[in-house]
């Protein structure tokens, strides 16, 4: 079975800053994807970032990035120049490769942004 | 392109009572899988939906059950409902063929039992 486990329950971060979410997961697949996702109050989950695990670069998508390291099972996503929009809960999720199979999601991370 | 609609937003339910709970999926999409999303915690997989079928299931009772309609759109059931299923329920839908593309999520009915 898959797990996805978030160890940061909380974490803040000044406007502007930059700030690293940490993400582990363990699997025994070789096929899969990874995802951070973010939550708002809104509660709608929009996908931030995703990372194909065959791809050995890691993604990165205007502010946000990933440092995949696949052989410790480490998914951590780096958040630059934080604005105020971005407080809020950020999930890490995977999910198995070839089909279209569930997302397994960790307990979050909430991220508050200070102005 | 409406995204994925989820109704209705909130809803209070007495424990023993049903619910039912709706979801539309983003337009060209045709799978449909119910998440449930405790206090505090990330969202369980609860099952999926393709063709009208139950294709996948999570670790949670009998007492859930849904059904998807040819139009794609999906409905959740809980009987018997408990305490414990206070929760948001989220629903997301995918293309069943772009296998690798992201699921959209709608967002949620935010389900209370008294």
């Known amino acids: 079975a898959q797990t996805v486990t978030q160890s940061q329950p909380e974490m803040s971060v000044q406007e502007a800053e930059t700030v690293t979410l940490s993400c582990t997961y363990d699997?025994?697949?070789?096929?899969?994807?990874l995802f951070w996702y973010k939550q708002p109050p809104s509660r709608q989950m929009i996908l931030v970032i995703r990372q194909e695990a065959y791809k050995q670069q890691n993604a990165t998508e205007n502010r946000f990035s990933v440092n995949f390291q696949k052989a410790a099972k480490s998914f951590s996503l780096k958040i630059s120049d934080s604005q105020l929009g971005d407080t809020a809960m950020y999930f890490c999720a995977f999910k198995l490769g070839g089909s279209q199979g569930n997302l397994i999601f960790g307990k979050g991370t909430k991220l508050s942004v200070k102005p | 392109d409406a995204g994925v609609t989820q109704s209705p937003t909130h809803l209070i339910k007495t424990r023993g009572q049903q619910v039912t709970l709706r979801c539309s999926p983003k337009?060209?999409?045709?799978?449909v899988s119910w998440y449930q999303q405790a206090l505090g915690q990330g969202p369980q997989f609860i099952f999926q939906y393709y063709e009208e079928e139950e294709r996948q299931r999570g670790n949670f009772p009998d007492r859930f059950s849904g059904h998807q309609f040819p139009n794609y759109s999906s409905e959740l059931n809980v009987n018997a409902l408990l305490l414990g299923d206070s929760a948001l329920y989220l629903c997301?839908?995918?293309?069943?063929?772009?296998?690798?593309?992201?699921?959209?999520f709608g967002q949620g009915t935010r389900l209370t039992v008294v």
């Open positions: 699997t025994s697949e070789s096929n899969y994807y």
């Open positions: 337009s060209g999409h045709d799978t």
């Open positions: 997301a839908s995918s293309f069943i063929k772009a296998m690798n593309t992201e699921a959209f």
